[in-house]
């Protein structure tokens, strides 16, 4: 990403989580749950970006299985990282609205338990990659990839589990003086997404460049001995 | 060699190997046999736990033995480095991931036999419907099979592989958990309801396997390749 | 299946990157039928890992490595043989089981017949061969590694250091199997520290430094040191 446009990113989303408070005050209370609704603002687009970050995560695994390529494998680390970053604003979130709407932390409530166990497989693909020995890198991307093969399984077992049919999107619920916050939200949550996965994305290319360097100078030695 | 042809003798060998030795079976299903008595003392308040705890008790100890099971089988290829002889061989590697999900699968499934043996004797549960549950079985070994190879295989040396096997095999499995023991539920409830339920949970897992199979499949060989 | 039938090996400029560790630069070399040469060079060089793209089983950072022309297939593999540090055989299966395995896996016609074939030439009695392979002794778990190597009559075969382990008898009993099998038209290159072991099987020697193919030429009889002394002035 160019640096022009990573800052004017990197702006949006500042002003827009400073804004957002503002606007999620003025919305409209609503009426079953009252003021806790709103902690939703914030939870629902933590959990479009915690699985945002997985499919990104498991793109990034196949291009750098598929072809070998280094960027896949960059974005695949990227986009677990940003999984389970995204995914504890969400778990912690979750919990509290629960425990103030309905008065439990915990309900298997099949968007919570889906985010856990999201959350759970790209930490795991964490654990691979630092553990994992020598083909750490592969063996990740392959968790990656079936990990969001996996998303839409886990969602249809849980909620037929909880004889939850799926309701109506939380989304098109939303009243119309609420519809406004929730994509303001959503857009800043993106651009942070971004202006992070563009920088962990810089760091591993970093990293790359730092081996480079040392194989430079090995060489240049080497030439020179 | 085609693919069929390269994985029955793969299987063959790892049959051979395994009959050879006969520890590994016989350690495999002792254990599934212990965990099983592990939960019969946790639930042991006197009368028969309900359907569900059972139900639940058998997967629970199918998936501890299928990954005890499967650290082992990939222990012994490292022995004498042998994965690494097939991999130099011509032989495709969607017949080694495939002779190695055999294997497995056909281990898990004496595990199973003896499980739900001892299961039935301990906690009373009569078998109705043995049909249908040795397809919930079947195909749920064969999907556990598939993501646990894969990734028994991958781990090679690593330090701690022990641990990081479950870790990584048990979140990617969970459906097979909830709809195995969710459809084992509705066989031993026996009703109308608790069949169609069953029936449900064996469709789900068909399509599980046959989505994890075919990754599985596809990804392998790019997963044994050597890290660039 | 049809045995592959490629008649050199060309490595090309080929590099192999650990992260930041440079563990091949730019090495090039041929081999063609009927040759047989000593990969040398001090710990560390790089010659297992030639050896490990050699065999396939790594690919390289950079450069190409073809057999007859053609790059890394199943069909190539067919026609290489490895023998490893490791064993690479079942430890549970007997010697023989091990080499009719082998055989069949790597498609070759009549493969019971050329199990029993391999034993013999290798020395593996009808006693050893048919106990697991995980009692046998160094030595004996050597010659069916080497068996289980040749069984598929490979165009290439990888030695890394296979006369360790191997008494005087043993030595020499390798070294006149090699020589049939290069006169039999196959390639081989064996990584090796007892130069004398080879001087009858290795017409040349390849010595690796750092990375670098730092010498390529007959060998004509000459000693270790004297080669390593024309490869490596400053080293010495």
Same mark, same amino acid.
């Given at each position: 990403m160019k640096r022009p446009l990573l800052i004017l990113f990197a702006v949006l989303a500042a002003a827009g989580l400073g804004y957002a408070p503002q606007l999620i005050f003025g919305a409209p209370i609503e009426s079953t749950m009252g003021f806790v609704q709103k902690i939703f603002y914030f939870h629902v687009p933590s959990a479009f970006m915690t699985f945002l970050g997985a499919f990104v995560s498991a793109g990034g695994?196949?291009?750098?299985?598929?072809?070998?390529?280094?960027?896949?494998?960059?974005?695949?680390?990227a986009g677990a990282e940003l999984t389970v970053l995204f995914g504890i604003c969400?778990?912690?979130?979750?919990?509290?609205?629960?425990?103030?709407?309905?008065?439990?932390?915990?309900?298997?409530?099949?968007?919570?338990?889906?985010?856990?166990?999201?959350?759970?497989?790209?930490?795991?693909y964490l654990f691979a990659r630092r553990y994992g020995g020598a083909g750490a890198k592969r063996l990740s991307a392959g968790l990656a990839v079936f990990g969001a093969a996996d998303v839409p399984l886990i969602y249809i077992s849980v909620s037929v589990w909880r004889s939850i049919h799926p309701k109506t999107s939380v989304v098109s619920t939303l009243g119309p003086g609420m519809r406004g916050p929730f994509w303001f939200c959503v857009a800043s949550f993106l651009f942070l997404f971004l202006v992070l996965l563009e920088l962990r994305l810089a760091l591993e290319r970093s990293r790359a460049r730092l081996d480079e360097l040392h194989l430079a100078v090995e060489d240049h030695l080497d030439a020179n001995s | 060699m085609g693919v069929l042809a390269s994985t029955m003798l793969l299987v063959s060998k790892?049959?051979?190997?395994?009959?050879?030795?006969?520890?590994?079976?016989?350690?495999?299903?002792?254990?599934?046999?212990?965990?099983?008595?592990?939960?019969?003392?946790?639930?042991?308040?006197?009368?028969?736990?309900?359907?569900?705890?059972?139900?639940?008790?058998?997967?629970?100890?199918?998936?501890?033995?299928?990954?005890?099971?499967?650290?082992?089988?990939?222990?012994?290829?490292?022995?004498?480095?042998?994965?690494?002889?097939?991999?130099?061989?011509?032989?495709?590697?969607?017949?080694?991931?495939?002779?190695?999900?055999?294997?497995?699968?056909?281990?898990?499934?004496?595990?199973?036999?003896?499980?739900?043996?001892?299961?039935?004797?301990?906690?009373?549960?009569?078998?109705?419907?043995?049909?249908?549950?040795?397809?919930?079985?079947?195909?749920?070994?064969?999907?556990?099979?598939?993501?646990?190879?894969?990734?028994?295989?991958?781990?090679?040396?690593?330090?701690?592989?022990?641990?990081?096997?479950?870790?990584?095999?048990?979140?990617?499995?969970?459906?097979?958990?909830?709809?195995?023991?969710?459809?084992?539920?509705?066989?031993?409830?026996?009703?109308?309801?608790?069949l169609v339920a069953a029936a449900y949970w064996l469709r789900f897992l068909l399509v599980f396997d046959a989505i994890f199979v075919s990754l599985g499949l596809w990804i392998f060989e790019p997963m044994m390749r050597s890290d660039g | 299946?049809?045995?592959?039938?490629?008649?050199?090996?060309?490595?090309?400029?080929?590099?192999?990157?650990?992260?930041?560790?440079?563990?091949?630069?730019?090495?090039s070399f041929r081999l063609g039928a009927g040759e047989a040469a000593a990969?040398?060079?001090?710990?560390? *060089?790089?010659?297992?890992?030639?050896?490990?793209? =050699?065999?396939?089983?790594? %690919? &390289?950072?950079? +450069?190409?490595? !073809?057999? #007859?022309?053609?790059p890394t297939s199943p069909e190539a593999r067919a026609g290489i043989g490895v023998v490893a540090h490791e064993s690479l055989c079942y430890g549970d299966l007997t010697g023989r089981e091990n080499l009719r395995f082998f055989a069949r896996l790597y498609g070759v016609a009549s493969p019971n017949q050329r199990a029993d074939e391999m034993l013999g030439r290798l020395g593996l009695d009808a006693d050893a061969a048919d106990r697991a392979c995980r009692t046998y002794s160094r030595g004996m778990m050597q010659r069916?590694?080497? *068996?289980?190597?040749?069984?598929?009559?490979?165009? =290439?075969?990888?030695?890394? %250091? &296979?006369?360790? +382990?191997?008494? !005087?008898? #043993?030595?020499?009993?390798?070294?006149?199997?090699?020589?049939?099998?290069?006169?039999?038209?196959?390639?081989?290159?064996?990584?090796?520290?007892?130069?004398?072991?080879?001087?009858?099987?290795?017409?040349?020697?390849?010595?690796?430094?750092?990375?670098?193919?730092?010498?390529?030429?007959?060998?004509?009889?000459?000693?270790l040191s004297d080669v390593y002394q024309e490869a490596l002035p400053a080293a010495g």
């Open positions: 695994a196949i291009w750098y299985l598929v072809n070998g390529s280094p960027r896949g494998d960059r974005l695949a680390v969400v778990l912690v979130t979750g919990p509290l609205w629960a425990r103030k709407a309905w008065g439990t932390y915990w309900r298997w409530d099949v968007r919570l338990t889906t985010s856990l166990l999201l959350w759970m497989i790209f930490l795991a | 790892d049959v051979r190997v395994e009959l050879r030795a006969k520890e590994l079976i016989y350690a495999t299903i002792f254990f599934g046999a212990v965990v099983l008595l592990v939960f019969a003392f946790s639930f042991l308040g006197g009368e028969r736990p309900p359907v569900d705890a059972v139900a639940g008790i058998l997967w629970v100890t199918i998936t501890l033995s299928g990954t005890v099971g499967v650290s082992r089988a990939f222990e012994r290829e490292r022995e004498g480095d042998t994965l690494r002889a097939l991999l130099l061989s011509p032989a495709p590697r969607t017949a080694i991931y495939l002779s190695k999900l055999v294997s497995v699968t056909l281990l898990m499934v004496l595990v199973e036999t003896t499980a739900t043996l001892l299961l039935s004797l301990l906690f009373q549960v009569t078998l109705p419907h043995v049909g249908m549950l040795v397809g919930l079985l079947g195909l749920g070994t064969i999907g556990f099979a598939s993501v646990s190879a894969l990734f028994g295989a991958s781990l090679g040396r690593a330090r701690s592989r022990d641990v990081l096997l479950p870790l990584l095999t048990y979140p990617v499995v969970m459906p097979i958990l909830i709809a195995g023991t969710r459809g084992t539920v509705g066989l031993w409830h026996g009703d109308a309801e608790g | 299946m049809p045995s592959a039938t490629f008649v050199d090996v060309e490595v090309e400029k080929v590099g192999r990157v650990y992260g930041r560790r440079r563990a091949l630069h730019d090495v990969l040398l060079g001090p710990n560390g *060089a790089g010659k297992s890992t030639l050896l490990s793209i =050699l065999s396939t089983q790594s %690919e &390289p950072s950079s +450069g190409t490595v !073809r057999f #007859g022309g053609r069916l590694s080497v *068996a289980r190597a040749l069984i598929h009559r490979p165009h =290439l075969v990888l030695l890394d %250091e &296979p006369f360790t +382990g191997l008494d !005087r008898d #043993g030595v020499a009993a390798l070294g006149r199997l090699l020589v049939e099998e290069r006169e039999r038209g196959a390639i081989l290159l064996i990584v090796t520290h007892d130069l004398p072991a080879v001087s009858e099987v290795c017409q040349r020697a390849l010595v690796l430094h750092r990375g670098r193919l730092v010498y390529n030429a007959p060998l004509a009889g000459r000693a």
